[in-house]
C-alpha cells in the first residue's frame, strides 16, 4: 500500500513538474517598475516578435514623436514604420485589431499630447499553442487616468495568431 502511496505521489510531482516546464512568462514591462525590460524584449522568439509589435502598435511605451520604446527595442524602427506592418501583418494576417493599426500606420499620440496611452504592465504568457497576453494599459485623456486591464488571449496555430479572447480593441471584433 505504501509502494502505490509513493508511487502516485511521484507520478503527481512528474505531472506538476512537466506543467510548470510548459508555460514561460515574458515580462516585457515589469508591473513594479513599469519600465521595459530591453534583454527580454531583444531575445523575443519571432512570433513573439510579432505579438509585441503589434502591442506596440496598440498601446504606447512612452512615445515621442514617432519612436515608442517597444517598437525601438524589437529593432523595428520608428512607429509605423514597414518593418512593423510587415511583422504584425505576417502573425495577424486576418485579424481585425491588426488590420486596423496597420491602417493607421500603427500611429500612436506621443506622450505630449492632450491624449495618449502608456503600459505600465505587460507580460506574455505562453502554455502550449495559447498565449496570454497580461498587461495594464494607462490612458491619458484630458488629465483624467483610466487603466485598460487584459488578459487578451490568442492561439498561435500554424504559425499565425488567432484571437480567442481580447480586452484591447474588443470593440473592432464585432
Not at 118 to 126: D, E, G, K, Q, T
Not at 145 to 171: M, T
Request: include cysteine.
Amino acid at each position: 500500500m505504501k509502494t502505490i502511496l509513493r508511487f502516485l505521489h511521484i507520478i503527481f510531482l512528474l505531472f506538476i513538474f512537466e506543467n510548470s516546464l510548459a508555460q514561460k512568462t515574458y515580462t516585457l514591462i515589469s508591473k513594479t517598475t513599469e519600465k521595459l525590460n530591453k534583454p527580454v524584449v531583444t531575445s523575443l522568439p519571432p512570433y513573439l516578435k510579432g505579438l509585441a509589435a503589434l502591442y506596440s502598435a496598440m498601446g504606447g511605451t512612452n512615445c515621442m514623436e514617432m519612436e515608442c520604446t517597444l517598437t525601438t527595442a524589437l529593432g523595428l524602427g520608428k512607429q509605423g514604420s514597414d518593418a512593423q506592418k510587415m511583422l504584425i501583418q505576417k502573425y495577424f494576417p486576418d485579424d481585425k485589431a491588426a488590420k486596423l493599426v496597420i491602417g493607421q500606420d500603427c500611429y500612436l499620440a506621443p506622450n505630449s499630447a492632450s491624449t495618449f496611452s502608456n503600459f505600465a504592465s505587460l507580460s506574455f504568457v505562453v502554455s502550449g499553442e495559447n498565449v496570454r497576453v497580461d498587461y495594464a494599459l494607462k490612458v491619458y485623456e484630458q488629465g483624467n487616468l483610466k487603466v485598460i486591464n487584459g488578459p487578451d488571449i490568442y492561439v498561435f496555430k500554424n504559425q499565425i495568431f488567432k484571437n480567442k479572447k481580447r480586452v484591447l480593441y474588443a470593440w473592432v471584433d464585432k
